[in-house]
């Protein structure tokens, strides 16, 4: 029996066992951290019901990504939305949490209908869900319904992962779980819809038509710009800053997917298996420093009670371990060496430009652009995050809700300390992973890798360029921490006395915490150079006691989104009309309807006979 | 053994030649202007009374302020080791790429604009919003910048990038590109002014405001530095390498000179342009950079027809 199940219902080959090593790697520190981040927050009964969820949720989430069957998955992936909307309306006190959780499950189920109509045209050529016999029934579809199965997909999925437009209720729904499971589902759910377009699109499906990558890469280089200039706007709540940014994480693995199946349908194998190893390695990347900026925004809300950083400051004193993990969060987000992030980036850069450098004719000019894309989303992020980081911990604390902040407890420590450590690993130990990934993405795409090297010695190496292309992130750490001790040496060496003393004010003399910038103030260079695509709406009033004397002053500003205004409200507008007009057909009385059984009668026997 | 001795060699030409290139900028300026001005070996007596002063560090400030100029220095320095100056590959080149180093660069501005806000003044937010927002502009066209030489070469390693001959189309215009983006990078007119302490026009000086004595001198060297490192690689971009090797002696010093040359014709270039513009608004920026962006288009294009 056991043996029929591993067989039949579950498949573990490399791909599989990536993505619940991904699973595992968030949860178990998200897990630890909920022991101290549930205390003192809900009630008992409530954190038993959580303990419960998170295990449900954990173990439907494994299940997604080890079935072999589609009708199995479709289920496990149900199971893993609704346990995830139960988490979304954990605190059902607040409104808020009550609208986000509306939103999600109104977007995930227009998500899994899309994969349902998908699975149900596979299963008509394959007269199977197998994964397998799904596999070969691929391989002799006609092209067309390959181009519909994959539209569906790609929508389908790409509204779990969160690629714009369909990300409208990421921001509204990570942000509202507990902060160990925002941080479970940022860094994994999502991740599970990338495992889909993996699994169903590259494996499955087998990538036909060139414009698939296009279409993907599109899509990603859009997501990736959204999410962050939204991301870098949000000043009122660090955790949906997070979620944004999650968008734009999505971009950028998307990226690495959507070049993958480009060179797959252009011929070039290894370019393929490389940038899939870019795109996965952002993906645990991701899953890694998402899960512990999360976790660290979960420390600073449990710390201080808000999430609102303009209310925030000078943490930093307050809480000196969880600033020091949330700035390893930041910089590796940020994509800075020696940390994860750098290498990942790096390696999708370098995918563009072998791209760019074998593709033929307009195709190099398209990869280039995207990569400039991404160039100034990674720009952004490190603004973004200058701000996350600089407004929450440092200066002056800007309201009494940081006064009274202390360290939060050793397992939430201990959860962010691992997740911190692995963004260090995995940027030294780059070799290694792109080692594994090569394995992971060859059972992806199914290319034989054995030919294939990405690294010698301790550099990692493009054979496919004219010449090779070298980075050692040991070395850059160890470069830059030598330079650093010994800038700190020649800086010491100089005895002279460092005095404290105030900030200067330009000659006033009690500077406070209202002198500082605030996040709002810090993102407005960016909302009026993107104000072509924010739309950002801005009111002054001056409120005088007399002509010369203004008493205060009011500010207000905030961006429209255009997804919402756009796409979303004319749709919702649009459903609202059409439920009003279909109320007339249903005004009550019982001898219209009496009227329409009989007319569905006899259109029914008329049909009927017909056949 | 030979490769540390190389490395160390170049840092401490970095380190001893970077503010005489300011000071020779500075000069040309000055004589533009019809003044006087300071002696070309200034910046040098800067650092000297900058290292031998008392420090003042803001009471509200953090140990993100005190480590910043170590983090600042150290990646400067290590960008420093991935340009290729007297040898013909860069003396660490298996280190990283032109894209490692510009992430490398990005890792001394991160803790810059960091450690600008943590001593709390508007100031210091202020210059750190904008040299975030300014660099995030520079970003994409860099990239194209990248992009364009390292097509035409076949490879994002510097130490490839530049050839013996005629120098292609591409190079030219990637470095015109790379000329604007430098401008904006080494904090000059007409995106920033390094001569003006007024609180509302400035951007770097504006970060580092709160820092004096030893950090703020750690700090200005830097900046000499990362300056140097530009014009090496826009040089490295525009001009012939010239020589295969040393064949003789005179032939070596010859090269030396004219190698030495080129940065001095890219600094008059820069002076010049200093002179001539004016500040820009702040959101002028963006279009200054947008302008780099397309002539980076325009670059890529050139690449990928091949001239």
């Known amino acids: 029996m056991a043996n029929f199940l591993a067989k039949q219902l579950f498949l573990f080959d490399p791909l599989s066992l990536f993505f619940l090593v991904v699973i595992c790697i968030v949860s178990l520190p998200s897990a630890v951290y909920s022991f101290g981040y549930l205390k003192g927050e809900y009630s008992s009964k409530k954190i038993i019901v959580a303990w419960f969820l998170l295990f449900a949720f954990v173990l439907t989430m494994a299940l997604v990504v080890s079935v072999r069957n589609?009708?199995?998955?479709?289920?496990?992936?149900?199971?893993?939305?609704?346990?995830?909307?139960?988490?979304?309306?954990?605190?059902?006190?607040?409104?808020?949490?009550?609208?986000?959780?509306?939103?999600?499950?109104?977007?995930?189920?227009?998500?899994?209908?899309?994969?349902?109509?998908?699975?149900?045209?596979?299963?008509?050529?394959?007269?199977?869900?197998?994964?397998?016999?799904?596999?070969?029934?691929?391989?002799?579809?006609?092209?067309?319904?390959?181009?519909?199965?994959?539209?569906?997909?790609?929508?389908?999925?790409?509204?779990?992962?969160?690629?714009?437009?369909?990300?409208?209720?990421?921001?509204?729904?990570?942000?509202?779980?507990?902060?160990?499971?925002?941080?479970?589902?940022?860094?994994?759910?999502?991740?599970?819809?990338?495992?889909?377009?993996?699994?169903?699109?590259?494996?499955?499906?087998?990538?036909?038509?060139?414009?698939?990558?296009?279409?993907?890469?599109?899509l990603a280089a859009a997501t990736c710009f959204a999410g962050i200039i939204y991301a870098l706007m949000e000043g009122n709540d660090i955790k949906r800053l997070l979620a944004y940014s999650s968008v734009e994480n999505i971009g950028i693995i998307l990226l690495g997917v959507g070049l993958a199946m480009f060179f797959i349908s252009m011929g070039l194998p290894y370019l393929a298996v490389f940038s899939l190893i870019?795109?996965?390695?952002?993906?645990?990347?991701?899953?890694?420093?998402?899960?512990?900026?999360?976790?660290?925004?979960?420390?600073?809300?449990?710390?201080?009670?808000?999430?609102?950083?303009?209310?925030?400051?000078?943490?930093?004193?307050?809480?000196?371990?969880?600033?020091?993990?949330?700035?390893?969060?930041?910089?590796?987000?940020?994509?800075?060496?020696?940390?994860?992030?750098?290498?990942?980036?790096?390696?999708?850069?370098?995918?563009?430009?072998?791209?760019?450098?074998?593709?033929?004719?307009?195709?190099?000019?398209?990869?280039?652009?995207?990569?400039?894309?991404?160039?100034?989303t990674g720009g952004l992020a490190a603004a973004c995050f200058v701000k996350a980081f600089g407004i929450t911990f440092l200066a002056l604390p800007r309201s009494h809700y940081v006064v009274n902040a202390k360290e939060v407890s050793l397992s939430m420590r201990a959860g962010m300390l691992f997740l911190s450590a692995l963004t260090v690993i995995f940027g030294l130990a780059a070799v290694l992973v792109i080692k594994i990934l090569t394995k992971v993405a060859a059972a992806a795409t199914g290319i034989d890798t054995n030919s294939m090297s990405f690294q010698l010695n301790n550099f990692i190496l493009n054979p496919q360029s004219a010449k090779s292309i070298y980075l050692s992130v040991p070395l850059i750490a160890l470069v830059l921490v030598v330079l650093g001790i010994v800038s700190f040496a020649v800086y010491n060496l100089c005895r002279k006395k460092t005095q404290v003393s105030q900030t200067w004010g330009c000659g006033y003399y009690r500077l406070g915490p209202r002198n500082e910038y605030t996040a709002t103030a810090f993102s407005k260079p960016f909302r009026i150079a993107f104000s072509f695509f924010l739309l950002p709406y801005r009111k002054t009033q001056k409120i005088r006691e007399t002509f010369y004397h203004v008493k205060s002053f009011s500010y207000e500003t905030h961006t429209t989104s255009v997804f919402k205004k756009y796409i979303y409200l004319p749709v919702i507008a649009w459903i609202f009309k059409s439920a009003k007009f279909m109320r007339k057909i249903q005004p009550g009385s019982i001898h219209l309807y009496l009227s329409y059984i009989f007319l569905t009668a006899f259109l029914l026997i008329m049909f009927m006979n017909k056949f | 053994?030979?490769?540390?001795?190389?490395?160390?060699?170049?840092?401490?030409?970095?380190?001893?030649?970077?503010?005489?290139?300011?000071?020779?900028?500075?000069?040309?300026?000055?004589?533009?202007?019809?003044?006087?001005?300071?002696?070309?070996?200034?910046?040098?007596?800067?650092?000297?009374?900058?290292?031998?002063?008392?420090?003042?560090?803001?009471?509200?400030?953090?140990?993100?302020?005190?480590?910043?100029?170590?983090?600042?220095?150290?990646?400067?320095?290590?960008?420093?080791?991935?340009?290729?100056?007297?040898?013909?590959?860069?003396?660490?080149?298996?280190?990283?790429?032109?894209?490692?180093?510009?992430?490398?660069?990005?890792?001394?501005?991160?803790?810059?604009?960091?450690?600008?806000?943590?001593?709390?003044?508007?100031?210091?937010?202020?210059?750190?919003?904008?040299?975030?927002?300014?660099?995030?502009?520079?970003?994409?066209?860099?990239?194209?910048?990248?992009?364009?030489?390292?097509?035409?070469?076949?490879?994002?390693?510097?130490s490839v990038i530049g050839g013996m001959g005629a120098v292609p189309v591409s190079s030219v215009?990637?470095?015109?590109?790379?000329?604007?983006?430098?401008?904006?990078?080494?904090?000059?007119?007409?995106?920033?002014?390094?001569?003006?302490?007024?609180?509302?026009?400035?951007?770097?000086?504006?970060?580092?405001?709160?820092?004096?004595?030893?950090?703020?001198?750690?700090?200005?060297?830097?900046?000499?530095?990362?300056?140097?490192?530009?014009?090496?690689?826009?040089?490295?971009?525009?001009?012939?390498?010239?020589?295969?090797?040393?064949?003789?002696?005179?032939?070596?010093a010859g090269w030396i000179l004219w190698y030495l040359a080129r940065i001095a014709v890219i600094a008059v270039i820069v002076a010049l342009i200093e002179v001539a513009a004016a500040k820009m608004r702040l959101f002028r920026a963006a279009d200054f950079l947008g302008f780099a962006f397309v002539l980076g288009v325009i670059a890529v294009v050139c690449a990928i027809l091949g001239v």
């Not at chain 1, 988490?87 to 409104?95: A, E, G, I, L, R």
């Not at chain 1, 149900?120 to 016999?133: E, N, P, Q, R, V």
């Open chain 1, 70 to 218: 589609a009708f199995a998955f479709l289920v496990a992936w149900e199971i893993m939305s609704l346990v995830s909307y139960f988490f979304v309306v954990f605190d059902s006190k607040h409104d808020k949490s009550i609208q986000a959780g509306l939103i999600y499950i109104v977007m995930t189920h227009a998500g899994t209908a899309f994969l349902t109509a998908a699975f149900l045209i596979m299963h008509k050529y394959a007269h199977s869900f197998d994964f397998f016999a799904i596999r070969n029934a691929c391989q002799v579809m006609p092209a067309q319904i390959k181009n519909i199965i994959f539209l569906l997909l790609l929508i389908g999925f790409g509204t779990k992962a969160g690629i714009v437009p369909m990300h409208i209720w990421l921001p509204y729904a990570h942000p509202q779980a507990p902060s160990h499971i925002s941080s479970i589902m940022s860094g994994v759910m999502i991740k599970t819809a990338i495992y889909g377009i993996i699994r169903f699109v590259i494996f499955i499906l087998g990538v036909s038509s060139s414009w698939w990558g296009q279409l993907v890469l599109v």
């Open chain 1, 278 to 376: 870019a795109g996965l390695y952002h993906l645990i990347n991701h899953a890694i420093f998402k899960g512990l900026l999360f976790l660290c925004a979960g420390s600073v809300y449990k710390a201080t009670g808000t999430r609102d950083i303009e209310k925030l400051g000078g943490l930093i004193k307050k809480m000196p371990q969880t600033a020091v993990y949330f700035l390893i969060g930041a910089m590796a987000i940020s994509a800075l060496p020696p940390l994860n992030g750098f290498v990942s980036e790096w390696l999708t850069l370098q995918a563009f430009f072998l791209g760019a450098l074998n593709a033929a004719g307009g195709a190099k000019l398209f990869l280039v652009i995207c990569a400039a894309m991404l160039a100034l």
């Open chain 2, 1 to 158: 053994m030979a490769k540390i001795f190389t490395v160390l060699l170049q840092l401490i030409f970095f380190i001893l030649a970077a503010p005489f290139l300011s000071g020779f900028i500075a000069k040309i300026k000055n004589n533009l202007r019809m003044r006087k001005g300071a002696g070309i070996f200034q910046p040098y007596y800067n650092l000297a009374k900058l290292f031998s002063k008392a420090e003042v560090v803001s009471e509200t400030a953090s140990w993100i302020f005190r480590a910043s100029p170590f983090a600042v220095i150290a990646s400067t320095l290590a960008a420093a080791c991935l340009i290729p100056v007297f040898i013909f590959s860069a003396p660490m080149h298996m280190m990283g790429d032109f894209l490692a180093l510009i992430f490398i660069f990005a890792l001394g501005r991160f803790f810059m604009a960091l450690a600008a806000l943590d001593a709390g003044s508007p100031f210091g937010g202020m210059g750190s919003s904008r040299e975030m927002f300014i660099s995030s502009l520079v970003e994409p066209a860099l990239c194209l910048v990248v992009f364009a030489v390292a097509l035409q070469f076949g490879s994002t390693d510097i």
């Open chain 2, 173 to 252: 215009v990637a470095a015109i590109a790379l000329l604007l983006i430098i401008i904006a990078e080494t904090s000059r007119l007409p995106v920033d002014n390094q001569e003006t302490h007024l609180e509302l026009t400035m951007i770097h000086e504006a970060m580092i405001l709160e820092y004096s004595g030893r950090s703020l001198a750690l700090i200005e060297l830097a900046s000499y530095i990362k300056q140097m490192v530009w014009f090496f690689l826009l040089a490295r971009l525009v001009f012939p390498i010239g020589l295969a090797g040393f064949i003789s002696l005179a032939q070596g």
